[in-house]
């Protein structure tokens, strides 16, 4: 058993007794135990927080998920997996900007879970985090969640408990700008998967086969091995793995990958008139795989980034990390075209078909060549001035050193995994730099909950951004909205390996 499930039977033992004292979803945060001085869940500051998000004329939106065990079709591929409908993915939920959220969870699966609300700045109490903001959600229990989404934007839910996101337990939430109608026609969700659930081994198999060393991309990699010219032998697999744009590209050889829950061979029709501006939102809801996404015959204009706008910046294809949102726009040709969203540095891909006219569809492999041109990363975008943080020095910086590896299957932050990890600490109204330095052969999409942060010098506003392999990323953010706050990489196998750390306010 790794230290994380010692560490999280503890912090459930704990989380019972709390319950049983009737202190209601109100948890002993573990990592809060020996240091007093750090935020609770009943602090005054985050309703004070909440009640500042508050506006007039706000609507309730209400949505019931019910996770649970169903059949899904993938398109010719039948999987048992756990899902919260019928269809992969999860229904999508749709509230405008400072609008009120109540969402029941009803928990029809055989363990525990929870919801957390990706990329939105909530109330710290409903973040989703089981041991950290809540109690978890029992099998047959349920628990509502309650906050205000304020910021317009892209986003997506998915549990918070070990690997269950590798699952179909996630969704989109989309947050519109009720002063901001939309210059497009139409509107694309478009969500990325890599999938292995139900095709004979389940996301908890994967995860315990790469602890155990018996698994991960035929049998473990270590590129660094590569690299210190160790004489390690690299076949085809291994190869495939380095991407030129993220070093190593995963650690999970998945055998499906989809584009809203359709392998290639049996893709979703995206359909528009020719001259159509769309607007795609692209959503990366993968454990382990970063995608390169273009579309056949269009160069795409991204327009925002994790829900925040940049400057529009044309490309060809852009790289998508796990956690990241990106919103790009197109003026759609006649015909029929592929948009293809490749496993970065892996074998295989998703695909959907854009019809506007006549013509066949194209085959599963088709590979477009706007893939092999101008391809972008999102952390290249600029903000645009009116999502600019103010200028302001940091009131503190914190260091975070990526590291870990393959052999042991260990990914740690500082030198730590999450179980040993102390909090590092913000005061309310701070400015907080983090610098993020990637010591590991593998990218790490690092993302922070509560807050979106800026990335330097008129960089973009986001919430989860890719560090690279021997790459330092700095960025800043307003202490604005007190709580405890995961901060992790987005690689689910890699935060359940250790590689996350909890970002406390003091009090
Ligand atoms: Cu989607 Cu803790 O993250
Ligand atoms: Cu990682």
Redesign the pocket.
């Known amino acids: 058993m790794s230290p994380l499930l010692t560490r999280r039977r503890v912090i459930a033992g704990v989380a019972g007794v709390a319950g049983l004292a009737g202190t209601a979803g109100v948890v002993a945060v573990a990592a809060n135990r020996d240091t007093p001085k750090m935020i609770n869940l009943t602090a005054e500051a985050i309703r004070r927080a909440e009640r500042a998000r508050q506006r007039p004329g706000a609507a309730t939106v209400r949505a019931t998920l019910s996770p649970r065990p169903v059949t899904l079709d993938l398109g010719g591929v039948t999987v048992d997996t756990w899902g919260y409908t019928e269809d992969a993915p999860g229904p999508l939920i749709r509230a405008k900007a400072g609008d009120r959220l109540r969402v029941d969870v009803v928990n029809e699966l055989p363990t525990d879970t929870s919801v ?1 609300w ?2 939105i700045a909530l109330r710290n109490d409903m973040d989703g ?1 089981p041991g950290v903001t809540q109690d978890p959600i029992g099998a047959g229990e349920r628990f509502t969640y309650d906050f205000i989404a304020p910021h317009p934007g892209t986003y ?1 839910y ?1 549990p ?1 408990s070990g690997v269950q ?1 590798d699952r179909a337990l996630h969704g989109v939430l989309i947050v519109d700008d009720p002063n901001d109608a939309g210059r497009y026609d139409q509107e694309w969700i478009v969500v990325l998967d890599d999938w292995v659930d139900g095709t004979g081994r389940t996301p908890d198999d994967v995860l315990a086969a790469l602890g155990d060393g018996t698994d991960g991309m035929h049998g473990g990699h270590d590129i660094s091995g590569m690299d210190h010219g160790d004489g390690m032998p690299m076949d085809d697999s291994m190869e495939a793995m380095i991407s030129p744009l993220l070093g190593g590209a995963g650690d999970v050889d998945y055998p499906h990958y989809l584009i809203n829950g359709r392998v290639p061979a049996a893709p979703v029709t995206l359909t528009a008139r020719p001259r159509q501006r769309v607007r795609i939102r692209l959503v990366n809801a993968a454990s382990d795989t970063a995608f390169r996404v273009a579309l056949g015959g269009h160069r795409l204009t991204v327009t925002h980034s994790d829900g925040f706008p940049v400057v529009p910046d044309v490309t060809d294809a852009l790289v998508v990390g796990m ?1 990241e949102r990106v919103d790009v726009e197109v003026v759609v040709a006649d015909g029929v075209f592929p948009l293809v969203a490749v496993a970065e540095g892996k074998m295989g891909q998703a695909l959907a078909v854009v019809r506007t006219g006549g013509g066949s569809a194209p085959s599963a492999e088709v590979r477009p060549a706007e893939l092999d041109r101008r391809v972008i990363l999102t952390n290249q975008l600029r903000a645009t001035e009116e999502v600019w943080l103010p200028q302001r020095e940091p009131d503190r910086t914190h260091d975070l050193v990526l590291g870990g590896g393959m052999m042991p299957y260990r990914w740690t932050i500082n030198g730590k995994t999450f179980a040993d990890a102390e909090p590092f600490l913000a005061g309310e109204g701070e400015r907080v730099r983090l610098r993020m330095t990637n010591q590991t052969t593998m990218f790490h999409p690092m ?1 922070v ?1 509560g807050h979106t942060f800026a990335l330097r010098d008129g960089g973009p506003r986001k919430d ?1 951004v890719i560090v690279t392999p021997n790459q330092t990323v700095t960025v800043d953010l307003d202490a604005d909205n007190p709580g405890q706050w ?1 901060t ?1 990489c ?1 690689n689910i196998y890699h ?1 359940e390996a250790g590689m996350m750390i909890n970002l406390a306010y003091q009090l």
């Open positions: 957390h990706h990329g985090v997506f998915h918070h996101l956690g993302h909950h989860t995961m992790h987005h935060a």
